[in-house]
């Protein structure tokens, strides 16, 4: 990146204008958006064994039959160490395209924001399973507002929040409405209609599907947005 000295003389607001110029393209320069949105939807995707062949289920005999609840320590496991991969890989990408271009990085506090909801969302996780935490008892359905912590308190969600802490170190608008749209689409949760009715051990996989898609497309998109500074 080159800049023109001013003179000494030249309008100070000029100088303040072109101060703002090179800033944000120096913070255009930096961003590598793509990269931890197609990281993460390659590892939203590889979920989906974890989530189909991963439970067991220990169940109770009651007077009226059984009580049966499910377990799936393995999906635990695989979320824990894919992300924690994942973020390492996203800081080295971050720091040697940062070092490539002679500028400085700022993924570090991304990187630490996702690790933390991680570890939260693992905490949570192992309670609910280990604890019954936060899940009625007997054959009582959870309410709308459990169900809603639940979607809350998950990896998906967890990736947005952080997602939402690099669209603010980046300053970067469009990666802010893209995570909006990707939580709402969580929390909500939208399905587009695609296996509503499917039940069983399929059940999961329409909103891992749209959630992990929804991340590949914007990796996609974003990699090709910023294309061109590539080569400036």
Same mark, same amino acid.
């Given at each position: 990146? =080159? =800049?023109?000295?001013?003179?000494?003389?030249?309008?100070?607001?000029?100088?303040?204008?072109?101060?703002?110029?090179? =800033?944000?393209?120096?913070? +255009?320069?930096?961003?590598?958006?793509?990269?931890?949105?197609? +990281?993460?939807?390659?590892?939203? !995707? @590889?979920?989906?064994?974890?989530?189909?062949?991963?439970?067991?289920? $220990?169940?109770v005999t009651v007077a009226d039959g059984q009580i049966c609840r499910g377990r799936n320590l393995a999906l635990i496991v695989y979320w824990q160490?894919?992300?924690?991969? @994942?973020?390492?890989?996203?800081?080295?990408?971050?720091?040697?395209? @940062?070092?490539?271009?002679?500028?400085?990085?700022? +993924?570090?506090?991304?990187?630490? =924001?996702?690790?933390?909801?991680?570890?939260?969302?693992?905490?949570? @996780?192992?309670?609910?399973?280990?604890?019954?935490?936060?899940?009625?008892?007997?054959?009582?359905?959870? &309410?709308?507002?459990?169900?809603?912590? $639940?979607?809350?308190? &998950?990896?998906?969600?967890?990736?947005?929040?952080?997602?939402?802490?690099l669209a603010w170190l980046e300053r970067h608008l469009a990666l802010l409405l893209f995570t909006a749209a990707y939580l709402a689409v969580l929390l909500v949760?939208?399905?587009?209609?695609?296996?509503?009715?499917?039940?069983?051990?399929?059940?999961?996989?329409?909103? !891992? +599907?749209?959630?992990?898609?929804?991340? !590949?497309?914007?990796?996609?998109?974003?990699?090709?947005?910023?294309?061109?500074?590539?080569?400036?």
């Amino acid at each position: 990146m =080159t =800049t023109h000295p001013m003179a000494a003389g030249d309008d100070p607001h000029r100088l303040l204008a072109h101060v703002r110029h090179l =800033t944000r393209r120096v913070r +255009v320069a930096q961003r590598v958006t793509w990269l931890p949105l197609l +990281v993460l939807a390659v590892v939203t !995707l @590889a979920a989906i064994p974890a989530h189909r062949y991963g439970w067991r289920s $220990t169940c109770v005999t009651v007077a009226d039959g059984q009580i049966c609840r499910g377990r799936n320590l393995a999906l635990i496991v695989y979320w824990q160490v894919a992300l924690a991969v @994942a973020y390492a890989a996203i800081a080295y990408g971050y720091l040697r395209a @940062a070092r490539a271009r002679g500028l400085g990085g700022r +993924v570090m506090p991304y990187v630490v =924001t996702g690790i933390a909801l991680n570890v939260l969302v693992q905490v949570v @996780a192992l309670l609910v399973t280990h604890e019954g935490w936060g899940m009625p008892e007997g054959l009582e359905r959870p &309410d709308g507002l459990a169900m809603f912590l $639940t979607r809350l308190i &998950d990896w998906g969600p967890a990736i947005g929040v952080a997602l939402l802490v690099l669209a603010w170190l980046e300053r970067h608008l469009a990666l802010l409405l893209f995570t909006a749209a990707y939580l709402a689409v969580l929390l909500v949760p939208v399905n587009f209609g695609w296996g509503t009715h499917w039940g069983g051990d399929w059940r999961f996989l329409p909103p !891992l +599907v749209i959630q992990g898609g929804l991340l !590949l497309l914007g990796g996609l998109g974003f990699a090709l947005a910023q294309r061109p500074w590539q080569h400036r």
